[in-house]
């Protein structure tokens, strides 16, 4: 039997706009609804395997239904206005895809469904109906099925006649009688008032139809029932009509016209790179790829040469063109990035690929050997650099390109690159694959550098990033040394720290229960101790820690349920976390520090996130008492910038006051203090002090009067004075958060000092919180992301005055800090240089001040004077 897909269009978009969150593109357009819809409509159309397809709509909002009835529907909310917009975007991507799309007026997208199943049953098809509304079920019918969505739009329940049976104990077409009495409250169908599904599909399993139920209405039981059924007899009889979808609409229905044909794949691609759909847009182009290989046609980046041997690599290497740059692929092993499995190379014309048989050691020696004296493009310099040493000259990453083009995308990988930017699906496998991945670098690499270079970015790109990741490598190889045993004695004093909470809130509750169990904690704080619950979720009462915060100062349990939950945190991910990352051999942590996750710029690491170490609570600071130097005539040297942020605010402002403040070295918190409270230098007080240290980091990260009321404790009229006050005394401030929001929503971005680029789609929403969110990260991103560039350009400095001086070595870079390991007879040189090196490093219209701190372990750090030290 011929197999035809009828798709709800508006049930399901409906569903994929709440199902996603509010995505949107680079200029603004919100896309969600687009883009959940679409995914689910190619996966079900792959599934179904269907012959013919078609989407119906509704066509507006009024149907011959409210001639019968005028508040049909009348309880429906207005479609959001994210949403809107989007109906029409579905509709292009099916016509690009050469779907056939129905609508009528006064009719419903029920009714054209209905009809095409009638008369696509009629032609002896078998009819598949793609819905998420119910009221589809009727039309369930030997040959006709409908596909329910289940939970949001990725899950779909099968209903024929047979299920619908199972379900409700009747047939598909009495479910319009069971409407009939308990009506439909989405749609407004008013039915009977007090009777439910129970007891409607009871009546109707009883007497078989409505007219019956009406007509027999002394035999029913219960006699409020007869009574409602009696008064209510029209209205039951009009819900009923309402209720049923109508199957001869006059419809020109033209079934071969619905045959699913090849889509257009041209238009596909340009709209879906337009909506910023990379996955789809990658599912497409390994389609048409398959398409082309189904048809003979070659592949786009041509045929690669797969070695037989490293000889024969290396013969087949030297007839590659020596003045471009080899573009490099480097294939590991996926649970070792020590382990190379192969390598691909390309000089942009030839590919070549190499597979490491069992001789090989995989170590990367044979590989640096292999591409000596070569400069090199590859996707991901670092790991080049750790792989084939540090003497690798890598002069382009594709990695890095595409991340500093747009550094809010989810993921930079290759395959993601090679579809945004070549309209390449990279689906090959082995060594063939890696090939080809050459290939994709060598051809990209030029194409990312003219991007970068129209942007603006191509300096950032090769005077920073590119040098920067060879630092990360060395940084990486290098490691820091972690004391094993004082991890250790950490544990099972926080082991104890546990067990003697664990007993003190068993008093308190009375009784023994698990305090790992947000549902059992939930019971005994909200119902045993009757506390007043402040959030439910599905699961029950809300156990969070913004939720226990608020709810300590009413007893003394929570307060030790915080403190619990903080010390099991502090063993579970620094003390037993820690453990098994610690090199064997070395004794050392190796952390992985990224350069492309975040979108300000900064840097972030992982396995372990040293940059994530609670430090603000005394017990999480003394976690860095295990990092320790690798041997015992060697000390750390932190150098940190004091309130580079801040200085960076008052050099993008301009703000007389706030500069005049940094130039004389006053303490910018004592100074922002007694401008807020209007009182003189020696007035300020330890809490007016506090409070301004929070205006002040407040308004760097766009805060608001709740924001600060709730960091401060103080009510908002409270908090909003203080904010208005910070911007009567730094009107410069003012301004300059005024032009950057107003540029950023022009241009559609904002950029660091040194032109680092963030787009922000959320400055153009309709939504007042999505806007405002917008609009704080355009104040903050030129800031955080300014003191990122800047901590970046301190690194290349230090690294290129001190790279391979015996007993110095940059060990971390830890939010605007550095940590090295130095000899301690260099000390006091070694932290002169760095200071200079970092204040140096980036000009400002305020003066850069670097603290300096050391010791013999990376908690007990005492501040460096150098001045003490000179004498």
Known sequence: MKRFLVIDGNSLIHRAFYALPPLQNKSGQYTNAVYGFTKMFLKVL???????????????????????????????????????????????????????????????????????????????????????????????????EILLTKRGISELDCYGIATVQEKYGLEPYQLIDVKGLMGDQSDNIPG??????????????QFGSLEEVLANIDQVSGKKLKERLTEYQEQAVLSKELATIDCQVPLEMDLEGCCVGAPDYPRVLKLFKELEFASLVKEILARMEKSDRKEGKPQQLGTVTVAKDQRHFKELLNSFDSAKPLALYIEHDAGDNSQIMGLGVSDGH?????????????????????????????????????????????????????????????SHELS?????????????????GWGYRAGAIARMEPLLREKLENDGLDKLYLEVELPLAKVLASMEQTGIKVDGQKLEEMGKALHKDIDRLTTEIYQLAGKEFNINSPKQLGVLLFQDLGLPPLKKTKTGYSTSAQVLEELAPKHDIVAKILEYRTIVKLRSTYIEGL???????????????????????????????????????????????????????RVLLAADYSQIELRVLAHISGDNTLMQAFHNGED???????????????????????????????????????????????????????????????HGVKEWIDRVI???????????????????????????????????????TPIQGSAADIIKLAMLTVDRHLSGVDGVEMLLQVHDELILEVEKEQLISTAQEVKQFMEQAFELNVPLVVDLKSGSDWYQLEPLDLRESNA
């Open 46 to 144: 792959a599934e179904q395997q269907a012959d013919y397809v078609a989407v119906c709509f509704d066509k507006g909002k009024i149907t011959f239904r409210h001639d019968k009835f005028e508040d049909y529907k009348g309880t429906r909310k207005a479609t959001p206005s994210e949403l809107r917009p989007q109906f029409a975007l579905v509709k292009e991507v099916l016509a690009s895809l050469g779907v056939t799309m129905f609508e009528l007026d006064n009719y419903e997208a029920d009714d054209l469904i209905g009809s095409l199943a009638c008369a696509a049953e009629k032609e002896g098809f078998r009819t598949l109906i793609v819905t998420g509304d119910r009221d589809a079920l009727q039309l369930a019918s030997k040959n006709t």
């Open 192 to 205: 009977v008032p007090g009777v439910g599904e129970k007891t409607a599909l009871k009546l109707i399993n």
């Open 350 to 410: 030839d590919m070549l690929a190499l597979s490491f048989n069992d001789e090989s050691d995989g170590s990367g020696k044979e590989l640096a050997e292999l591409i000596q004296k070569v400069s090199v493009i590859t996707h991901d310099a670092k790991l080049v650099f750790r792989t084939v040493g540090l003497a690798a000259n890598v002069v382009g990453d594709t990695l890095l390109a595409g991340y500093l083009l747009n550094p809010s995308l989810s």
């Open 416 to 432: 993601q690159l090679a579809v945004e930017h070549l309209d390449l699906a990279l689906i090959e496998e082995g060594p063939e």
């Open 579 to 633: 453990k098994p990352l610690i090199n064997p051999k070395s004794g050392k942590i190796h952390t992985t520090f990224n350069q492309t996750i975040t979108s300000t710029g900064r840097l972030s690491s992982t396995e372990p996130n040293l940059q994530n170490i609670p430090v603000r609570l005394e017990i999480g600071r003394k976690i860095r008492q295990a990092f320790v130097p690798s041997s015992s005539d």
């Open 668 to 730: 910018i918190h004592t100074r922002t203090a007694a401008e807020v409270f209007d009182v003189s230098i020696d007035a300020v007080t330890r809490e007016m002090r506090r409070s301004a240290k929070a205006v002040n980091f407040g308004i760097v990260y766009g805060i608001s009067d709740f924001g600060l009321a709730q960091d401060l404790g103080i009510s908002r009229k409270k908090a909003k004075d203080y904010i208005e006050r910070y911007f009567a005394r730094y």
């Open 742 to 780: 107003v540029r950023a929503r022009e241009e559609g971005f904002v950029t660091t000092l040194l032109n680092r680029r963030r787009y922000l789609p959320d400055l153009l929403s309709s939504n007042f919180n999505v806007r405002k969110f917008g609009e704080r990260t355009a104040m903050n």
